[in-house]
């Protein structure tokens, strides 16, 4: 026999014994039960026996009622736990369906109201990455509209201007630029709300293909049918250090992009504007002081869906305004009147603006994108003649 | 057995006993006999697991039901009439080891169990040889732990009437099996040493 445990000792003990009681047995006993049996019983014998029963039967039932709190309890928190679960992954879509969403529920009050205030900036730290996707088919970029037919419009739009521009820009002329500096700075508590503005004339990126001339930052990536430009340069609206402006064009269609952003090289960004449809984003974003301080530090990661194509650095966005190519000054150029226009953002006062257009004008006159540059302008000297008045 | 070590048996009381008794209290004898069909075969299988002999076992059976329809008066019903027999029948079993004259000494009756040459006669010996080792080394526990292991293992009474019948606490119960066990092991060492 091997080792006696305790275990094995019980184990050894629990064995039953096949034996069975002789035949005979049970008869024997049974003669020999007196027949005044029931006399002998003590009467307190019988409540305590009865007693106990009922205290066993109450047991048994406080017992089982236990098990059956244990148990639904058990099944309510796992199936409280999938159902929280199954909720969470329903309402927290990946960024990138996030901020599309949040595009789809703006844009159409947008559209109806041009007086919306300019999107607020938001942290780019707490999520661990943020995106942009385009929801629909990129559309063709419309054509401007002629001057002639789009006067009413102008008009209208110019109207906008004139009433609100005073009430918005009358404070102090110091203060234009500090609501745009200070809502990047200040803390944003709609830290991951992506709110989209639409670029109000169509025409910026009808001429915009802009390209990558002269040195200013961006570049292309190819990905079977698709491709996609990035353009970025320091922001010529926003003075506060390490706030730059990029661009991120799809030009194939049914391109996801997806603009992943480093939570630690940037502090806060927005959707300036974007074209309907999506596939031409421009957003201010502002660095980080050490990434700011680092030409090579990461800021974003573009992905076409779903892989990563292109990885934007610091040094890819903090190049000069000026140096940009047309179509990125042009879109910036109306993004900011678009702001200045709807008293969204006092930081894009019309003179600079007009200044910077008219400087545009001057350098692609003729040229692709020149005609829209040109409408900016006037666009913009009427605004500011209205403001005169 | 529907308990191992260290588990809690099923207690199938399912209020019949009560009733039994009632009607016993009440002059029905076929209460008494449905009583004893109840409990005998109980008796029996613990005084056997005792005495190792099953003719010696149905004679000590028989005659636990003598002495608890003599001493019936002094049932309590603190503990169920089931584990109140069991006691009985324990101590039935250590009276009569009392008794020399029918004492069978226990090679002799391992011969007899043993006799037969048949195949897996071996593993028969060494069953029985292991059994009766184990009988041995339990009847030569203390009194307090031999009776619980006997109830608990042999009578198959749940701790909890074995506690009442005591009048102890289970977990007192659960210490004096734990302390059993490591005696039996002990004493089941030494002598295979």
């Not at chain 2, 004893?36 to 003719?55: H, I, K, Q």
């Not at chain 2, 149905?58 to 049932?75: C, I, N, P, V």
């Not at chain 2, 009756?109 to 339990?138: F, I």
């Not at chain 2, 198959?156 to 506690?163: D, H, M, Q, T």
Request: net charge neutral; glycine share 8%.
């Amino acid at each position: 026999m091997s080792a006696w445990t305790p275990r094995k000792i019980a184990r050894e003990l629990s064995e039953r014994d096949a034996a069975e009681p002789p035949a005979g047995l049970l008869g024997r006993i049974k003669n020999e039960i007196p027949a005044d049996l029931g006399s002998r019983l003590p009467a307190a014998a019988l409540r305590e026996v009865r007693a106990a029963e009922v205290v066993s039967l109450a047991e048994r039932r406080r017992l089982r009622r236990q098990v059956r709190l244990l148990a639904a309890s058990l099944i309510l928190t796992v199936t409280g736990g999938l159902i929280a679960g199954l909720v969470v992954m329903r309402q927290t879509p990946p960024p990138a369906a996030m901020v599309e969403r949040e595009l789809a529920k703006e844009a159409p009050a947008r559209a109806g109201s041009p007086e919306t205030a300019a999107p607020a900036p938001r942290r780019a730290a707490p999520p661990a990455s943020l995106r942009a996707v385009p929801a629909e088919p990129p559309a063709a970029p419309a054509p401007p509209p002629p001057p002639a037919a789009s006067q009413e419009a102008d008009l209208k739009s110019l109207g906008d201007v004139r009433d609100e521009a005073p009430k918005k820009e009358a404070a102090d002329e110091d203060k234009e630029m500090r609501p745009r500096v200070a809502g990047l700075s200040a803390p944003a508590p709609e830290a991951a709300r992506a709110v989209p503005m639409e670029i109000q004339a169509p025409a910026v990126e009808s001429g915009a293909g802009g390209g990558v001339p002269g040195g200013v930052v961006g570049g292309e990536a190819a990905r079977g049918d698709f491709a996609l430009r990035t353009e970025g340069a320091a922001s010529v609206f926003t003075p506060a250090p390490g706030t730059c402006l990029l661009r991120i064009q799809a030009l194939a269609e049914d391109a996801e992009v997806a603009v992943e952003l480093v939570p630690a090289a940037v502090a806060r960004w927005r959707l300036v504007g974007s074209e309907s449809g999506g596939r031409t984003r421009l957003y201010e974003v502002q660095l980080t002081p050490p990434a700011a301080a680092n030409p090579s530090a990461k800021v974003a990661d573009l992905r076409l869906h779903g892989e990563t194509v292109r990885e934007l650095r610091v040094s890819d966005l903090v190049g000069a305004w000026d140096g940009a190519s047309p179509g990125f000054r042009l879109a910036t150029l109306t993004a900011a009147w678009d702001e200045a226009r709807r008293g969204a953002s006092p930081a894009a006062n019309l003179e600079r603006i007009l200044q910077l257009a008219r400087k545009l004008a001057h350098e692609t006159a003729g040229q692709p994108g020149g005609a829209e540059a040109a409408e900016l302008v006037r666009r913009v000297e009427a605004a500011a003649k209205l403001r005169e008045r | 057995m529907t308990h191992w070590w260290g588990g809690e048996p099923v207690d199938r009381s399912d209020g019949e006993e009560g009733r039994l008794l009632a009607a016993l209290a009440g002059g029905d004898r076929e209460a008494a006999e449905r009583l004893v069909e109840r409990t005998y075969r109980g008796v029996f299988a613990l005084v056997r697991r005792l005495c190792g002999d099953s003719d010696l076992a149905a004679d000590l059976t028989q005659e636990t039901y003598r002495k608890a329809w003599d001493s019936l008066s002094g049932f309590d019903g603190r503990a169920k009439f089931s584990t109140w027999l069991c006691r009985i029948a324990y101590n039935t079993f250590l009276n009569h080891l009392r008794r020399p004259r029918r004492l069978v000494p226990l090679e002799d009756s391992l011969q007899a169990t043993v006799a037969d040459p048949a195949p897996g006669a071996d593993e028969t010996v060494g069953r029985a040889v292991a059994g009766d080792r184990l009988r041995r080394a339990v009847l030569a526990l203390p009194e307090e732990l031999r009776f619980l292991v006997t109830a608990l293992f042999w009578g198959e009474l749940p701790v909890r009437e074995i506690a009442r019948q005591e009048g102890v606490t289970t977990v007192a119960i659960r210490k004096r099996l734990k302390k059993a066990l490591q005696l039996l092991a002990r004493a089941l060492e030494e002598e295979t040493r």
